[in-house]
């Protein structure tokens, strides 16, 4: 299995535009969770799904952030419109229910300038 | 509302040493995990504790879950090089497969 797949794994954007992560989970994997690590807050969960329904998404600024998961090989997260404090490293991880602890993606680096 | 915490946040120990890192919750859990971290990079599972008293080991490193004090340990046994990342525990207090809760972090650091 190639793991979870990110992309893109850098992308960098000017304040105001719109930008999608993609994330493809583990096959078989019925978790998806996108988190946000900033060295100030630390790794933040910012939505979760489950059999690709939003099982809690409070942690997602829903004014220009919002979360898909249009079939279980897929999800996007997406901001719009961007800005300079959503500069961060963006992770997508996928469980098993049964199973225990998550596998990580290589996670996507936005900066917004 | 759960809190996860480490500490120490920074350690920096010279090769060969030996060094605890401690993780405290605030809520019943009979789940922790421990991640690895090496900069620019993704995390990395480590230990998985699923049980009061649960030990686990790998190489240098050892992992044990006291539930009854909300406390899991990362013990560091003659520190290399090798070893220096940032290392994370989580709580999960939730079915198996649902959110966890990241600590801030450890970041180690071992000098030759």
């Known amino acids: 299995d190639a793991g979870v797949i990110q992309s893109p794994r850098h992308e960098v954007t000017e304040m105001g535009q719109e930008v999608t992560l993609r994330c493809k989970p583990i096959?078989?994997?019925?978790?998806l969770f996108w988190y946000r690590q900033t060295m100030m807050q630390g790794l933040e969960l910012l939505v979760y799904f489950n059999n690709k329904a939003v099982m809690d998404d409070s942690g997602m600024p829903k004014d220009r952030f919002s979360a898909k998961m249009p079939n279980a090989s897929f999800s996007t997260l997406k901001i719009q419109p961007s800005e300079p404090r959503d500069s961060a490293v963006y992770f997508c991880a996928s469980s098993f229910a049964g199973d225990y602890g998550y596998t990580f993606g290589s996670g996507t680096r936005l900066t917004v300038v | 509302e759960l809190k996860v915490e480490q500490n120490p946040l920074f350690l920096s120990m010279q090769e060969g040493k030996n060094y605890t890192i401690y993780c405290n919750y605030s809520?019943?859990?009979?789940?922790l995990y421990w991640y690895r971290q090496d900069p620019g990079k993704s995390l990395e599972s480590l230990f998985v504790l699923l049980s009061n008293g649960a030990v686990k080991q790998e190489g240098r490193l050892m992992a044990s879950l006291d539930t009854k004090a909300r406390l899991s340990t990362l013990h560091i046994t003659a520190a290399v090089h090798d070893l220096s990342a940032t290392y994370f525990c989580?709580?999960?207090?939730?079915?198996?497969?649902?959110?966890?809760?990241f600590g801030e972090g450890t970041q180690l650091t071992v000098n030759p």
């Open positions: 989580a709580v999960d207090i939730g079915a198996s497969g649902s959110r966890l809760t």
């Open positions: 809520t019943t859990s009979d789940r």
């Open positions: 096959s078989g994997h019925d978790y």
